[in-house]
């Protein structure tokens, strides 16, 4: 998903043509096109490093987790976990839009890595230390459009999700 | 539906990478003509009634589709011909600012033919029609811009035949 599909999407829905505004924003997106692709060369080139010094970082802080148990493939799975969703901004990056981030990486995240046993709490600490550590390696205005997508990661982490539990009154509550 | 931008983000993410070079070079010529594309819907739309107007008058009207046996007699099938022309210049102009012709596929094209044929609706007119229709536009938003969308009245033209 795109700004521009989104429009497209938005005007069939009406049987009509993007309004006057709509297409504004599809100009100005397009005009800020060369300065999203510069910005996602720049975050592949420092992806490894992000990665590699999170890492380290996160093992510092939480030492005793499935990446560090010594077990090597354990811990190329994580790196490359990280990677992908360091690409998956890259994405988002050149789509002016989260919604990459969202269909690829986000819906399902907690169920998978409930399925395979890694704790939320570690892979949210992770996340928070390759966040620490991409603000240190980019600029400040590379850090500004950059830096929201991990935090829409972190907060899918840290928020709570369904099921949700309802007040409706007395008796037994159950799960919505 | 795909635009030029999600077609190449789901093609590396099948991969799991980046953006290549080639398809960052994709991306940069679609994002500079972003201008040229808003400009010619912003044309397209605010004269699409006029459009469809000399579309049929140049394509179809004095022809013997619309006398007495023609498929376009009757105003009944004559209004439901302009209204398909109406659609076509619509989801034309959609697939020319998405830069991919993927909308047409799925919203106008997925069964047109068919049910064109169990209408008695010829498709021959019908071609002749949009090709009408991408003169008709061109010489309204520019050859440029003409060249964008024309691509994409073709690609309904090839879908028909």
Same mark, same amino acid.
């Given at each position: 998903?795109?700004? *521009?599909?989104?429009?497209?999407?938005?005007?069939?829905?009406?049987?009509?043509?993007?309004?006057?505004?709509? +297409?504004?924003?599809?100009?100005?997106?397009?005009?800020?096109?060369?300065?999203?692709?510069?910005?996602?060369? /720049?975050?592949?080139?420092?992806?490894?490093?992000?990665?590699?010094?999170? /890492?380290?970082? $996160?093992? %510092?802080?939480?030492?005793?987790?499935?990446?560090?148990? =010594?077990?090597?493939?354990?811990?190329?799975?994580?790196?490359?976990?990280?990677?992908?969703?360091?690409?998956?901004?890259?994405?988002?990056?050149?789509?002016?839009?989260?919604?990459?981030?969202?269909?690829?990486?986000?819906?399902? &995240?907690?169920?998978?890595?409930?399925?395979? =046993?890694?704790?939320?709490?570690?892979?949210?600490?992770?996340?928070?230390?390759?966040?620490?550590?991409?603000?240190?390696?980019?600029?400040?205005?590379?850090? !500004?459009?950059?830096?929201?997508? $991990?935090?829409?990661?972190? %907060?899918?982490?840290?928020?709570?999700?369904?099921?949700?539990?309802?007040?409706?009154?007395?008796?037994?509550?159950?799960?919505? | 539906?795909?635009?030029?931008?999600?077609?190449?983000?789901?093609?590396?993410?099948?991969?799991?990478?980046?953006?290549?070079?080639?398809?960052?070079?994709?991306? %940069?010529?679609? $994002?500079?003509? =972003?201008?040229?594309?808003?400009?010619?819907? &912003? /044309?397209?739309?605010?004269?699409?009634? &006029?459009? *469809?107007?000399? /579309?049929? !008058?140049?394509? +179809?009207?004095?022809?013997?589709?619309?006398?007495?046996?023609?498929?376009?007699?009757?105003?009944?099938?004559?209004?439901?011909?302009?209204?398909?022309?109406?659609? $076509?210049?619509?989801? =034309?102009?959609?697939?020319?600012?998405?830069?991919?012709?993927?909308?047409?596929?799925?919203?106008?094209?997925?069964?047109?033919?068919?049910?064109?044929?169990?209408?008695?609706?010829?498709?021959?007119?019908?071609?002749?029609?949009?090709?009408?229709?991408?003169?008709?536009?061109?010489?309204?938003?520019?050859?440029?811009?003409?060249?964008?969308?024309?691509?994409?009245?073709?690609?309904?033209?090839?879908?028909?035949?």
């Amino acid at each position: 998903m795109s700004i *521009v599909k989104q429009v497209i999407l938005n005007a069939d829905e009406e049987l009509r043509y993007p309004t006057p505004g709509e +297409l504004r924003t599809i100009r100005s997106f397009c005009k800020t096109g060369e300065e999203r692709i510069r910005l996602a060369r /720049t975050l592949e080139e420092k992806a490894q490093a992000i990665v590699d010094r999170g /890492t380290q970082k $996160f093992w %510092q802080v939480c030492p005793k987790t499935p990446s560090n148990s =010594g077990d090597r493939r354990k811990t190329g799975a994580a790196k490359r976990d990280m990677g992908w969703y360091i690409r998956l901004i890259s994405y988002c990056l050149l789509a002016g839009d989260d919604r990459p981030l969202r269909e690829i990486g986000l819906v399902g &995240m907690k169920e998978l890595y409930t399925n395979i =046993g890694i704790p939320l709490a570690n892979i949210l600490q992770y996340l928070r230390c390759l966040k620490a550590e991409a603000i240190a390696l980019l600029d400040e205005a590379e850090a !500004a459009a950059i830096i929201p997508y $991990f935090d829409e990661i972190i %907060q899918e982490l840290a928020l709570p999700g369904p099921p949700y539990y309802m007040n409706d009154g007395p008796g037994e509550s159950e799960p919505v | 539906m795909q635009d030029a931008i999600t077609t190449l983000i789901n093609s590396s993410d099948v991969q799991g990478k980046y953006l290549d070079d080639a398809s960052l070079e994709n991306l %940069q010529s679609y $994002f500079r003509s =972003g201008d040229l594309r808003a400009r010619a819907a &912003m /044309t397209i739309s605010a004269n699409a009634s &006029m459009i *469809v107007t000399k /579309t049929v !008058a140049k394509a +179809l009207l004095y022809t013997d589709i619309t006398a007495p046996g023609g498929n376009m007699y009757t105003c009944r099938r004559y209004a439901a011909c302009v209204r398909d022309m109406d659609y $076509f210049l619509r989801y =034309g102009t959609y697939a020319m600012l998405a830069g991919d012709p993927s909308i047409l596929d799925e919203r106008v094209l997925n069964g047109l033919k068919e049910t064109y044929n169990s209408l008695g609706v010829p498709v021959g007119a019908t071609v002749r029609a949009v090709q009408a229709m991408k003169e008709v536009t061109t010489e309204m938003v520019g050859a440029e811009a003409g060249r964008e969308i024309g691509t994409f009245f073709d690609h309904i033209c090839s879908g028909l035949s």
